[in-house]
């Protein structure tokens, strides 16, 4: 059974950077596309970052260019987010997800749809 298992996250002053990490197991397929996606209180879930595993093509939303990274450990299946220059606006519920179907468009994976599985979820606090 396919399952994601996150660690990192918590709470951290405006500035601040954090780590968050993502193991998957029981995949059959080794070309997933795997994301961080974050969902602040109130508001729907949002498309992050996210990374191919083969290959490596890597995709931002605009509000975290430049200030985090994601990166990928193709023997361990596992991705990170490396978090900087952290602001008040990011702190959300941070998931985990991946999903080895073939993309049908160029937004494919912005949609949470279109994600097979996902973590527990980590929370992430910036104050100021």
């Known amino acids: 059974q396919a399952r994601l298992v996150e660690s990192g996250g918590g709470l951290v002053q405006a500035g601040g950077s954090l780590r968050l990490s993502c193991a998957a197991s029981?995949?059959?397929?080794?070309?997933?596309?795997m994301a961080w996606f974050r969902q602040p209180p109130g508001k729907e879930r949002e498309f992050v970052a996210g990374?191919?595993?083969?290959?490596?093509?890597?995709s931002y939303t605009d509000s975290v260019k430049g200030r985090f990274t994601v990166s990928r450990d193709n023997a361990a299946n596992k991705i990170d987010l490396e978090m900087n220059g952290l602001q008040i606006e990011d702190t959300a519920a941070y998931y985990c997800?991946?999903?080895?179907?073939?993309?049908?468009?160029?937004?494919?994976?912005?949609?949470?749809?279109?994600?097979?599985?996902w973590g527990q979820g980590t929370q992430v606090t910036v104050s100021s």
């Open positions: 997800a991946a999903t080895a179907r073939v993309p049908n468009g160029r937004d494919y994976y912005l949609s949470p749809l279109n994600y097979d599985t």
């Open positions: 990374i191919r595993l083969i290959g490596g093509s890597i």
């Open positions: 029981g995949y059959t397929s080794t070309n997933l596309y």
